[in-house]
């Protein structure tokens, strides 16, 4: 995900994190994931905010930031049938842009497995 603010205020924070490239800028770029399905069998809703930080592989800069993130279920259950929704947003305390798009999943470990994506309102 690469994310980019234009106003020269700079991006101070990723999710929890100080952005050391900016750590007086004035916007906070966020990822917020919810899990919503059934995992190994039973009912699971998991929410993740922030679901970004420094500890995921980023390059981070004064006015954009762009980070690599594996949505999914860990590999190791034996099964998934659900959707993450996703919320990438820039805001600086007055303005706020955001973006949402879902990953439906299908997991199961020996079989086939499949995932979709689409935007979500």
């Known amino acids: 995900m690469a994310v980019g603010v234009f106003d020269g205020r700079g991006i101070g ?3 929890n994190d100080s952005n050391r490239m900016s750590p007086n800028g004035t916007w906070t770029v966020n990822q ?7 995992l190994n069998g039973k009912a699971n809703s998991i929410t993740s905010d922030p679901d970004v930080s420094a500890g995921v592989p980023h390059d981070f800069h004064a ?15 034996t099964s998934f049938f ?14 706020k842009c955001e973006l949402k798009f879902r990953a439906a999943i299908s997991y199961e470990r020996v079989k086939t497995s499949s995932v979709s994506w689409g935007g979500i309102r």
């Open 13 to 15: 924070r990723v999710g």
């Open 32 to 38: 917020r994931a919810v899990t919503k399905g059934i």
């Open 63 to 77: 006015n954009n930031v762009t980070y690599w993130d594996h949505p999914g279920v860990n590999t190791a259950e």
């Open 82 to 95: 659900g959707t993450i929704d996703f919320t990438i947003s820039a805001a600086n305390g007055k303005e």
